[in-house]
């Protein structure tokens, strides 16, 4: 699976210029696009993994990596996979600890175009800013449930049909993780 690791010598990375791959053993492959392009790449089952620019990653650091990368495939994990795996978790953690505050200026960003008034643009900023960002502004989007809605909506019943038509809606899609059109 792997041969012999550590063909390459840092000097050989360093004065690589001809395109080409060029085999460092254990899967593990410097990439020279050109004179000033050079990249590591992991090599497994016909795919082609990349582990970083050859100007920020070290020839030992990438040899680190492409063990890391054996390790996992010798457990049956796919190293691409893995990746996104953790990405889209960090993606969904970061999702989780956004305010309540910040989803509303998404929101507003987002949304601002269609609005045919610049009124309507004054309207949710006046209306979040005095009746709901007091209470619930500064909470994650993920702490907030009925309960906090019910507190807030219980401070201000004139309130109530406008908070519960613009702030929920915000929770509610906050909740579905990846929105595309802001929080």
Same mark, same amino acid.
């Given at each position: 699976? =792997?041969?012999?690791?550590?063909?390459? =010598?840092?000097?050989?990375?360093?004065?690589?210029?001809?395109?080409?791959?060029?085999?460092?053993?254990?899967?593990?492959?410097?990439?020279? @696009?050109?004179?000033?392009?050079?990249?590591?790449?992991?090599?497994?089952?016909?795919?082609?993994?990349?582990?970083?620019?050859?100007?920020?990653?070290?020839?030992?650091?990438?040899?680190?990596?492409?063990?890391?990368?054996?390790?996992?495939?010798?457990?049956?994990?796919?190293?691409? @996979?893995? !990746?996104?795996? !953790?990405?889209?978790?960090?993606?969904? @953690?970061?999702? !989780?600890?956004? =305010?309540?505050?910040?989803?509303?200026?998404?929101?507003?960003?987002?949304?601002?175009?269609?609005?045919?008034?610049? !009124?309507?643009?004054?309207?949710?900023?006046?209306?979040?800013?005095?009746?709901?960002?007091?209470?619930?502004?500064?909470?994650?989007?993920?702490?907030?449930?009925? =309960?906090?809605?019910?507190?807030?909506?219980?401070?201000?019943?004139?309130? @109530?049909?406008?908070?519960?038509?613009?702030?929920?809606?915000?929770?509610?899609?906050?909740?579905?993780?990846?929105?595309?059109?802001?929080?």
């Amino acid at each position: 699976m =792997t041969g012999h690791v550590g063909k390459l =010598t840092a000097l050989q990375v360093a004065r690589a210029k001809r395109p080409g791959l060029y085999n460092d053993g254990g899967n593990l492959y410097l990439q020279v @696009e050109s004179a000033t392009a050079r990249s590591w790449i992991f090599r497994y089952g016909g795919r082609y993994m990349g582990l970083g620019s050859a100007h920020a990653v070290s020839l030992q650091e990438a040899r680190e990596l492409a063990h890391e990368m054996r390790r996992l495939r010798l457990q049956g994990i796919d190293p691409i @996979e893995a !990746k996104r795996t !953790k990405q889209t978790q960090r993606r969904l @953690e970061a999702a !989780k600890a956004i =305010t309540f505050k910040q989803c509303v200026a998404d929101y507003i960003d987002a949304h601002r175009a269609g609005w045919k008034h610049a !009124k309507h643009l004054e309207q949710w900023r006046n209306s979040m800013a005095q009746h709901v960002m007091p209470v619930i502004g500064d909470l994650t989007v993920q702490a907030i449930d009925t =309960t906090a809605m019910h507190r807030r909506s219980r401070r201000s019943r004139d309130f @109530e049909h406008r908070f519960r038509g613009r702030a929920a809606s915000r929770i509610q899609a906050r909740h579905q993780v990846g929105q595309p059109d802001g929080c």
